[in-house]
């Protein structure tokens, strides 16, 4: 028996372990469902060779997301709190398989945000993205955060809407966050993890065509002074 029956032919966005799905009745939610490990297809980097060996790593990384969403929350129980990753809301059982329950970030017509991928790729990034970017990355840092993977395609720009309608346009970490990496450097104290984000900004930095600060921890255009 399963919770919810979502229709394979409409999968919004795809990720290497994940589909993801709109909710079929709750317009608020999106549905990431975990792949067979048949789908994954054969990938001989390093995260691809350690899947095949421990398959086991899978869950884990699902697990370190949910920990860390957890952590933070608990940790900032007062109601004006912003969180700068997506709230998460369990899980459901699926006709495709596990199925994790988290926020939807829209655009102005309801659709999918745009990763900061697709608005690099697009040449669409404009001041106000930027902007909005270097707010996510500085909440990141002031709570303390532990974004293991600040990949262009796990930050979107839109709306989020708890049923009060849509609220202002930001920037949200939706996925890669946690301490998945095998040795757990960042869960060992702030100045690790303030070492390992400020690493992994210069890195998006580069994939991006944008520069990092390090002193001022901000993103800017490289023709920027």
């Known amino acids: 028996m399963v ?9 919004l966005t795809s990720g290497v372990q994940r589909d993801v799905f709109f909710h079929p009745f709750d317009r608020y939610k999106l549905i990431k ?11 001989n980097n390093f995260n691809g060779i350690f899947d095949r060996l421990f398959p086991s790593t899978r869950i884990r990384q699902i697990r370190k997301e949910y920990q860390e969403y957890l952590r933070i929350m608990l940790q900032h129980p007062e109601p004006q709190f912003h969180l700068p990753i997506s709230h998460m809301f369990g899980f ?7 199925g994790c329950l988290t926020e939807r970030i829209a655009d102005e017509d309801g659709a ?9 790729k697009s040449g669409t990034l404009t001041d106000d993205d930027v902007a909005a ?6 909440e990141i840092f002031d709570n303390g955060i532990r974004a293991g993977d600040l990949n262009a395609s796990n930050i979107v720009f839109g709306h989020r809407d708890f049923g009060n309608g849509p609220g202002e346009m930001e920037c949200v970490l939706v ?3 946690g301490d998945i990496h095998a040795v757990p450097v960042r869960s060992w104290g702030r100045s690790f993890n303030r070492l390992g984000l400020d690493d992994g900004c210069r890195r998006l930095a580069k994939r991006t065509g944008l520069r ?14």
């Not at 459901?92 to 596990?98: A, M």
């Open 212 to 225: 990092w600060d390090k002193s001022t921890r901000l993103f800017s255009y490289p023709d920027t002074k």
């Open 175 to 177: 996925d890669g966050f």
């Open 92 to 98: 459901v059982t699926t006709n495709l398989g596990l």
């Open 112 to 120: 999918l945000g745009k990763t900061l991928s697709k608005k690099v």
């Open 3 to 11: 919770d919810l029956v979502l229709d394979p032919s409409k999968v």
């Open 33 to 43: 469902v975990l792949k067979p490990q048949a789908q994954l297809g054969r990938r």
């Open 133 to 138: 970017l270097n707010t996510m990355i500085a």
